[in-house]
Each structure stands twice: as structure tokens, then as C-alpha cells.
């Protein structure tokens, strides 16, 4: 038994106990010796503030009946759920460097501690778990903070958007809804003043954001997952179409087990693997198709499948 559940256990004790508890009972309930349980009794009292006193009279521990209820400080978890804990800020701190790092460094310290308490190493954490951002697009924290606080305070934003579309720059004003991570992106879900409708904007396109003193003009949650998950990939909106594409079997061997889209549909047949998909827009799901090169054929819709062939074509002909 860790030092960790022997403090859960003594605290359990003591605080069902209606008088003082010997030491032979703490023995026996913990399966530990008497030098053992000693130096937990000096850990719940100098680590933890515990009020535990021993009691001459009747030979045994309790907590001070003058004291204030005593609990054990904040929040107090097994070694399972403190890994689980550090292992989401690694993970977090891997998608958003300086996300959450600077405010739970106190955190994790105190963790670190628990662990080293309970005789883990919480060091192996950076170790095992991993994150390789590929084709990231990393929005620097002055610009993800106020995006972020905009977003979950329910205000508006304004900033200046740098369209890749060649349109340039332009001032927004926007109403916050969703903050979406998406193939190892940033993307701001919001209602744009000047549009009167959901857009996206990437995070890495977007300069001088500024926070405003006035609420956001939310829209309802089924509004926001029609537009962000009705259709495959980043492009939002209602589906126009739906992708019908064949893979060869050796390409199956994984499309199988893949998510494209929660509406998919797949079926094995004798010519291959066949996947159905909705989109609304073929500029991303075409890249998608072009990534299997040879091991995937687009059977419709048409013009799906002439956006795919006319690519090749352009491809072929730098070559």
C-alpha cells in the first residue's frame, strides 16, 4: 500500500472514530508497522496541517476535539488519477505550448510531490507520452489568449484577418462560439458582423485581437455542430454532396478503421473497400483523395471526381 492510500486510510479512520484509536488498530487495518504508520502520523501533521494529536489517556490518535474539521487539503487523489492529470497537461501543453503550463506549474509541482510520496516517478510522464504536431500552424499566445478568453467569457472580438483567399487584410468583428483544433490547427467558430453568418478563421491568420466590454450573441449548439460537423474536414456547412469513394484492399487494411465523418458509411465488396462521406466543400476531401494516389478511385459524384482528375492532370503535366 502507498503512503498515498495509508494517508486516505488514516484520514477514513480517524474521522469515523468516535474516541481515540490505538496504534494496534491502525496496524492491523494497514498492514504496516508501527515505525511506518509513526512517520505518516508526521506527514498528515507537518505536510498536511492535520490536527492529530495523541491522546495519553486512552493510549491512542485523534484529532483534536478543539480543532476546526480537518479534511485533506484540495484536491487529494490516488497515483492512477494524479498520472491522469499530469497526462492531460502534457498532452494540452503539446497542442497549445504555454496553454495551461505557466498557471498549473504550482499544480504540478505539488503532484510531483504526491507521486514521489507514493513512489512514482512523475518525470516519466514527458517521457511516454508524446506529441509530433505535423504541419502545425502554432498561434502565438498573444494571439490565443484573448481568442481563447473571448470565447470562453461569451464576448466579443475584434481583429484584423489576413484571408488566404487573396482578399487581404480586413477588420472583423465577431461573436465567439467554439474554439475547433483540427489536424494540428486552431480554428475560431464564430458569427461574423460583417458576413451575418458562421465563419471560420484560422488562428494563424488573424493579428491584433482585441477584447470587447460587450456579450457575445450565441447561437444555439445544434446551429454550431450543423455548420462544423455536418460536412467531412475543415470546410463547414450543410452537405451538397455525398463522396463515394473505392479503395484497393491493400489501402482497406487501414481506411477500414478510420473516422472521416461521423455519417460515414463503409462496406467491404469484392472490388474493394467502399466508403460514403457528405461534404459541402471538394477542396479538402479532394487533397484527402490525392494522398492514397493509386489505392483510391472517386465514383461520384461527377464533379467531385472531375475536381480529382483535373488535379492529376495539372500534376502530371509539371512532370
Known amino acids: 500500500m502507498s503512503r498515498i492510500d495509508r494517508i486516505y486510510k488514516i484520514h477514513e479512520i480517524l474521522k469515523s472514530a468516535r474516541r481515540s484509536v490505538p496504534m494496534r488498530t ?17 506527514f498528515l501533521r507537518d505536510s498536511l496541517g492535520a490536527p492529530l494529536e495523541y491522546c495519553r489517556e486512552s493510549n491512542g490518535h485523534r484529532y483534536s476535539p478543539n480543532a476546526q474539521e480537518f479534511e485533506l487539503p484540495g484536491f487529494w487523489m490516488n497515483p492512477s488519477e494524479l498520472y491522469a492529470l499530469l497526462a492531460c497537461e502534457q498532452l494540452l501543453e503539446n497542442v497549445q505550448p504555454g496553454l495551461i503550463g505557466n498557471r498549473l506549474a504550482p499544480l504540478k509541482d505539488r503532484i510531483r510531490r504526491l ?22 500552424r502554432m498561434a502565438p499566445h498573444q494571439i490565443f489568449d484573448p481568442v481563447a478568453e473571448a470565447t470562453l467569457a461569451g464576448k466579443r472580438l475584434s481583429f484584423t484577418y489576413n484571408s488566404r483567399s487573396g482578399a487581404g487584410s480586413r477588420p472583423r468583428r465577431v461573436h465567439p462560439q467554439r474554439l475547433l483544433h483540427y489536424r494540428s490547427n486552431w480554428y ?3 458569427l461574423c458582423n ?20 460587450v456579450a457575445s450573441e450565441q447561437l444555439p449548439t445544434a446551429d454550431l455542430d450543423q455548420f462544423a460537423y455536418a460536412s467531412f474536414g475543415i470546410f463547414g456547412g450543410r452537405p451538397r454532396g455525398t463522396a463515394h469513394l473505392r479503395f484497393s484492399s491493400h489501402a482497406a487494411e487501414w481506411v477500414a478503421d478510420e473516422i472521416w465523418h461521423p455519417d460515414q458509411m ?18 479538402e476531401l479532394a487533397m484527402e483523395v490525392l494522398r492514397y494516389g493509386a489505392d483510391v478511385e472517386v465514383l461520384g459524384p461527377p464533379e467531385l471526381r472531375e475536381e480529382v482528375v483535373s488535379r492529376i492532370r495539372k500534376m502530371a503535366g509539371m512532370y
Do not use: W
Not at 491502525?26 to 508526521?42: A, G, P, Q
Not at 507521486?115 to 502545425?136: C, F, K, T, V, Y
Not at 463503409?266 to 477542396?283: I, M, N
Open 26 to 42: 491502525f496496524m492491523e487495518e494497514l498492514e504496516t508497522t508501527r515505525n511506518t504508520i509513526t512517520r505518516d502520523f508526521e
Open 115 to 136: 507521486l514521489g510520496e507514493s513512489g512514482h516517478d512523475a518525470e516519466e510522464i514527458s517521457e511516454r507520452i508524446q506529441i509530433q504536431p505535423i504541419q502545425a
Open 188 to 190: 475560431l467558430l464564430a
Open 194 to 213: 460583417d458576413a451575418g453568418a458562421l465563419r471560420l478563421f484560422s488562428l494563424d491568420r488573424i493579428c491584433e485581437p482585441q477584447l470587447e466590454d
Open 266 to 283: 463503409g462496406e467491404q465488396k469484392d472490388d474493394g473497400y467502399h466508403l460514403k462521406v457528405p461534404y459541402s466543400d471538394e477542396r
